[in-house]
Each structure stands twice: as C-alpha cells, then as structure tokens.
C-alpha cells in the first residue's frame, strides 16, 4: 500500500502545480515536471522513480499520445508529410554535428560524441502535444508538421541508435551486425504497413463490432486495446510506444466512434497516468556533481535548444511557412523527454557513455525539456495567423 500513498501525494501536488502553473501563465507540464524535481532525489528525496511509478509514467505517455491521435487531422498529416520529413531530417543533423563536436570540446572520444550527438536528436513529441493541446494549437498545419516530424525523428534515431550500437559490437569483434540492424529495419517497414492496415480496416471493422458487446464502455474498451496493441508492437520493433499510441488513436479517430473514446478517455489519462509521466522527468534529475560539470551543463543546454530551434526552423522556411511558422515548429521539436533519456539509457547499457558523464547528460535532457514548454507557449502566442 505503500504505493497508493505515493500516488495520493503525486496526484495532489501535480493537481496543485498544474493550477498554480495556470494561474501564473505558465503551460501547466512545467509545473508537473517541478513536482518531481521537488519530491525526488534532486531535492526532498521524498519519491523515487520505482518501476510502478515508471509503469504508470509509461502509460502515461501512451494515453497521452493516444489522445493527440485522436484530435489529430488526418488528412492535415498527409497534406504537411514533406515539410515534416524536411523538418526532421534537418533536426537530426544539427544536434548529431553541432552537438557531437561541441562533445569533442569538453575531451569526450569521437565516439562518445557522436553518441550524445545522437542522444540530443531525439525529439519528445508527448510534451509538445500537452503544450499545444492546452493551447488548441494541435491541429494546425504547424501541430501538423510536428507531429509527423516527430514521427520521423523517432525512426531515424532509432536506426541511429542501432547503428551506433552495430559499431560497438563490430570494435569489439562482434558479428552479424547487418543481419541484426536488417531485421530491425524490415520490421519497422512492416509495423508501418500494419499501420495503413489498421487504419483503413481493422480499427472501422473493431469499433463497429464494440457496439455488440454486453458491456458498459464497450467503444472505449476497443479503442484502448487497440491502443494498449499497437504500442506494445511499436516498442517490439525498436520504436517508442509513444508512436504506435499514436497511430492508434489517428486510426480510430477515422470512425465514428472519435468523440466518445476521447470524451471518455480523457478524464482517466489526466486523473492519473499522464501526471506522472511528467513528475517522472523531474524524478530523473539529481544535482551530483553539478558544479565541476558546469560549463558543460551550460554549453549543452544552450545547444540543445539551439539546434532544434534553428535546424528544424530552417526545415520549416524551406518548405515555405512563414516567420512565426518557422519558430513555433522549432520550438516544438525542443522537447526531448523520455525519447532521449531512453536513447541515453540504452547507449549506457551498451557502453557508449562512460558512466562519469551520464548523469551530466540527463540534467540536460531535462532542463532543455524543461525550457521547451516556455518557448513553445512563446512560439503560439506569436503566430496570430495559427489557424489559418
């Protein structure tokens, strides 16, 4: 039971921020995320990241996800899928050279800083769709150009991230590194085939039969199956869970079934799990070892922002948006959140960050994810022309 205290204290003191947050104009995740800074390790050292509040934060990102397919524009996702892929493209780029020579800078080996090059260009979609949902900037061709470029984001870093691990085995004398990063491949292609699959039939064919079935909620019992689904077979092939909810609640979003899924998830995601999605970023922070890293700490933050601001930004220009566009799309591919950390995670676990340097790492994913809430707030309420 000792849990249930926990959640109790989590679930009042993110209700309590959130308000306060909005009092004072502030995008309410900000406040959240300082919840978890306070009552962790960083601070009180009263909450601690166990596996069942990573459970519940886990959860939370696909709810939250699942919600922002649901609100999503389909038809406003294929119209901006190339200024999304220019976009992200681009926001690979610059963090993997700017960041990963700037490594070099602070005397991290060239493949350290090639690696936390690739950490910083992971993008976190989740938190930007918090931001632009609390400000009915999700569907908008800029929300649009976001949410497909993060989708993109999240396959390149993947296939980096394989790559990067490919390499290590292959210095170490390991072998059959194309066969394994071959099948990664193929079964991403095949997942997003899966997809146009449950999008044009399956979801139709599951939310139609819903109705059939002798029990309260039968519609939202499909929806969230259909969800609980393809997030846990985004994550087989080496994708986040994030982007498998997603297209799940794009797909559903497709019947007739839209509104009554959303008005009835909605009040579950954010009671519970999707609060703790984001105390479960501030609960990753800790202050060990702040002021010998600094400089470093500094340098990466201001990059971190820089890069996506300005690299996804030019993608944007490239492809036509205007002034305002071009700033809101690259203030809301800033976010790195759990995408990142999982990268970092996974990097550590395969020795491609020496363990001196990890925790310096995850402070900066969290202040830059921390920073993108403010600019991207910024970003909406300079574009009067948003919903054009």
């Known amino acids: 039971m000792a849990f249930v205290g926990t959640l109790c204290l989590l679930i009042v003191a993110t209700t ?73 493209i681009i926001g690979v780029i610059f963090p993997v050279v ?40 999700l569907d908008t061709k800029e929300g649009a150009t976001i949410l497909g470029a993060a989708v993109a984001d999240d396959i390149i870093g993947v296939i980096l991230l394989s790559v990067m691990i490919a390499l290590m085995g292959s210095q170490a004398g390991g072998s059959g590194v194309q066969t394994n990063l071959g099948i990664v491949l193929l079964e991403q292609v095949a997942f997003f085939a899966g997809v146009l699959l449950v999008v044009k039939w399956v979801a139709p064919v599951l939310m139609r039969l819903s109705d059939h079935l002798l029990m309260a909620a039968g519609p939202t019992i499909v929806a ?40 009835s998830i909605e009040p579950v995601g954010y009671t519970m799990f999707i609060p703790l999605f984001f105390v479960s970023v501030g609960l990753n922070m800790t202050f060990d070892g702040f002021w010998e890293s600094l400089p470093f700490i500094v340098v990466m ?10 690299g996804c930004g030019l993608g944007a220009r490239l492809n036509g948006f205007s002034g305002h566009s071009n700033y809101l799309v690259g203030s809301g591919m800033i ?18 960050l020496s363990g001196d340097y990890y925790s310096d790492v995850i402070l900066v994913i969290i202040l830059v994810t921390m920073i993108a809430p403010f600019m991207l707030k910024d970003a909406i309420h300079r574009a009067p022309d948003l919903a054009n």
Not at 240 to 256: E, M, P, R
Not at 301 to 310: D, S
Request: aromatic fraction near 10%.
């Open 301 to 310: 933050t201001v990059l971190g922002v820089l890069t996506k601001l300005l």
């Open 224 to 263: 969230i199956i259909i969800c609980l689904a393809m997030a846990w077979l985004a994550d087989l092939v080496g994708l986040s869970g994030a982007i498998g909810a997603f297209f799940a609640g794009v797909a559903v979003a497709q019947t007739d079934y839209q509104h009554v899924v959303d008005v």
């Open 16 to 88: 309590l921020a959130g308000h306060f947050a909005h009092r004072a104009g502030v995008p309410a995740v900000i406040g959240e995320i300082l919840v978890g800074v306070v009552l962790g390790p960083a601070i009180l050292n009263w909450v601690h990241l166990t596996n069942l509040v990573q459970t519940f934060s886990d959860i939370g990102v696909v709810v939250l996800m699942f919600i922002g397919g649901l609100e999503s524009n389909l038809a406003l996702l294929r119209k901006y899928l190339r200024p999304a892929i220019v976009v992200a």
């Open 335 to 352: 976010s790195r959140g759990e995408m990142a950390l999982i990268t970092a995670q996974i990097g550590f676990s395969a020795h491609l």
């Open 98 to 137: 700017i960041m990963g020579l700037t490594s070099r800078l602070f005397q991290f080996s060239w493949f350290e800083s090639l690696f936390i090059g690739v950490i910083f260009s992971a993008t976190s979609v989740s938190i930007s769709v918090e931001v632009l949902k609390e400000f009915k900037a």
